[in-house]
């Protein structure tokens, strides 16, 4: 099978395409965003996010499942936004620059070229530093290159944005040899590294951790707040520099049904596999998933069996998920003509752990972009709480840490405003020889300390198991 890296043609056919547009362009007085898509041979999509170690900024998404992938790398165009309005912000922004937008090929292509890679912070932060320094409150990416696969055809989409004065055929010109550069460390095949030896500094913060626990269950019971999600953050080092390659490669072969994503920053990369899907919108047809209510696998078939009914049927994991679901469908109700939920929910199951779980379905009354669900729906109950505002003000309250973008929306959208976003849970923060990993349980009345612990060590093992390659 042909490769990337081996099409010779590829760098041709692109230069063409956009030497062509270029040529075609009218002069403008502001930026112009020429963005050209090709088909091209398939490529291993966690091995081209590997190969372009050296491009500073890089994103990968993975749906093995749904044999769908997107690989970013580079930028044509960043934009960021802060605040408590910076969802519009995007918005905003992509509009203004999709607008007048220079646009070829792309014929068969599932998504409509430009396309963007986003990222948000579960909450607005004033002064975002430390670890989380070079992810902002909100931003979208359009790669300089973005290599999509869907089924068994592959595209490349290759975004240019020129100034008023700037030559198009220079741009052209390093576009290219960029993409040359690209190919020939992509035919590179990465040295295989054995899975390095790690420390977690956990068990320190495990009495403050369920001392918060009962914290917020005594404010629960006086009737400040009904839910909320309380995340620990735990530190582990390893004896050699990560190699974020092969973390993703284990996350997307073990959990093949989640998403699994990267998002590349400076010297650190902010990656995970999630089972939550926050909406998925095509057209006006919209997809979102309820997951609240957690319990571990069982050994066995009887016991994976038990457990899984003793799940459908708790009480406290059974509130917990009904409040995911009624704040969802008061939240898309208002925009859909129609919206199908399940009256019960049904088991999601994952290799370690399994949850309760409704699918939702529906269909939007009028147009819209993807990211105004995003902002109807950001933060659910399932990693915020209920009520939305007063929760998040006491996260910050029993959360002595930044949790940056873990529990945020990550995604894509395309120029017709389709994309989705899913909750970046099941994540850590790899810099170096360093990580930061996230788990967060839902805290209602009734919750117990030591279950709560208990469950988010379970919810801790997947991202601590791709680092190291051992289960436990």
């Known amino acids: 099978m042909t490769t990337v890296a081996g099409n010779t043609t590829l760098p041709q056919t692109l230069e063409r395409a956009l030497i062509s547009a270029v040529g075609a362009m009218s002069p403008a007085t502001t930026e112009r965003l020429v963005c050209i898509t090709v088909p091209t041979p398939s490529a291993d999509p966690v091995a081209m996010f590997e190969a372009a170690v050296a491009v500073g900024s890089r994103a990968l998404w993975d749906q093995p499942a749904e044999q769908f992938s997107l690989v970013a790398l580079g930028v044509a165009k ?15 922004a992509w509009r203004q620059l999709t607008a007048a937008a220079v646009i070829r090929g792309g014929e068969g292509c599932p998504l409509a070229a430009p396309i963007a890679l986003s990222g948000m912070a579960f909450q607005p932060a004033d002064d975002r530093i430390g670890a989380w320094q070079s992810y902002p409150d909100a931003l979208f990416t359009v790669p300089q290159f973005l290599f999509i696969t869907w089924r068994e055809s592959s595209w490349l989409a290759t975004s240019i944005v020129l100034g008023p004065s700037e030559d198009g055929h220079t741009a052209v010109r390093s576009t290219l040899d960029d993409l040359s550069a690209l190919l020939m460390r992509a035919d590179r095949p990465m040295p295989d590294q054995p899975p390095p030896a790690m420390t977690v500094a956990e068990e320190e913060d495990s009495t403050q951790w369920m001392q918060a626990v009962t914290a917020i269950e005594r404010k629960i019971r006086s009737g400040a707040v009904e839910k909320l999600v309380l995340a620990r953050e735990v530190r582990a080092h390893a004896d050699v520099p990560l190699a974020w390659g092969n973390v993703l490669r284990r996350l997307r072969d073990r959990y093949s049904a989640c998403t699994t994503f990267a998002f590349a920053r400076d010297d ?10 926050l909406v998925r919108l095509n ?7 309820c997951l609240a209510g957690s319990a571990r696998r069982g050994d066995t078939d009887d016991e994976d069996r038990t457990l899984g009914n003793a799940l459908l049927h708790d009480e406290k994991e059974q509130h917990e998920h009904a409040l995911v679901v009624s704040a969802l469908r008061d939240a898309l109700q208002p925009c859909c003509a129609d919206l199908n939920i399940p009256d019960q929910p049904s088991l999601l199951a994952m290799p370690n752990v399994q949850h309760l779980h409704t699918p939702v379905e529906g269909t939007l009354r009028d147009d819209a972009h993807v990211l105004d669900l995003v902002a109807r729906l950001h933060p659910t109950p399932a990693v915020g709480g209920v009520p939305q505002h007063a929760a998040c003000s006491l996260i910050q309250a029993y959360e002595p840490f930044d949790r940056g973008w873990y529990a945020g929306p990550v995604g894509w959208f395309d120029s017709q405003g389709d994309g989705e976003f899913v909750v970046a849970i099941r994540s850590a923060l790899l810099q170096g020889r360093g990580a930061l990993l996230y788990a967060g349980c839902g805290i209602v009345d009734g919750s117990d300390p030591e279950r709560e612990y208990s469950e988010s060590r379970l919810k801790l093992e997947p991202m601590l198991w791709a680092m190291n390659g051992r289960d436990g």
């Open 78 to 92: 960043e934009v960021t936004a802060y605040g408590e309005d910076r969802v519009q912000q995007l918005t905003t």
């Open 268 to 277: 650190s990369c902010f990656l995970g596999t999630t089972p939550e899907r």
């Open 283 to 289: 057209g006006r047809a919209l997809r979102a998933n």
